[in-house]
């Protein structure tokens, strides 16, 4: 098994929307780097839920990859701003994995305390300019991420 982090803005689609939804396809990732990371994804992979441009930013439960990655269907959509011409259905550009809902945490996990945890060093969250909306996390950190999350205040 493997362990990720996948990010979205709170205000487009957070973990109570999820919660709600059950299970989405992550579609409109529009970054080689992502795709890539999504594409070693596998059903049953743990996911760290972080809402970004919130208050606070931070990881605010737990979803699963639901389904072996396929073609998102958004780049097909020609009234999508993620539309993308050079995308055919036998050559996509663009992939996805459905993602579905495990927890929301009893508090945000924010980034100011997962910057200031010496345990979870080495997390690509904390680097400076880190943008990206699906990156791996190491066991260790997504088990200690779990615990402060599940943490009573």
């Not at 970054?31 to 743990?46: H, S, V």
Request: charged fraction near 25%.
């Amino acid at each position: 098994m493997n362990y990720w982090l996948i990010k979205s803005e709170a205000e487009m689609y957070s973990i109570d929307d999820l919660e709600r939804d059950k299970i989405i396809s992550w579609e409109e990732i529009r970054n080689y780097q992502a795709r890539n990371y999504m594409r070693q994804m596998k059903t049953g992979d743990l996911l760290l839920f972080y809402h970004s441009m919130s208050n606070p930013t931070g990881v605010a439960g737990i979803a699963k990859v639901a389904s072996p990655i396929h073609a998102d269907q958004s780049q097909f959509d020609t009234a999508s701003e993620y539309f993308d011409p050079k995308a055919t259905s036998d050559s996509p550009i663009w992939e996805c994995v459905d993602v579905q809902f495990v927890e929301k945490f009893a508090h945000t996990v924010s980034l100011e305390s997962i910057k200031a945890d010496a345990l979870l060093d080495g997390m690509l969250v904390r680097a400076r300019g880190s943008r990206l909306s699906v990156q791996p996390v190491s066991h260790a950190h997504f088990e200690h991420i779990v615990g402060l999350g599940q943490k009573k205040n």
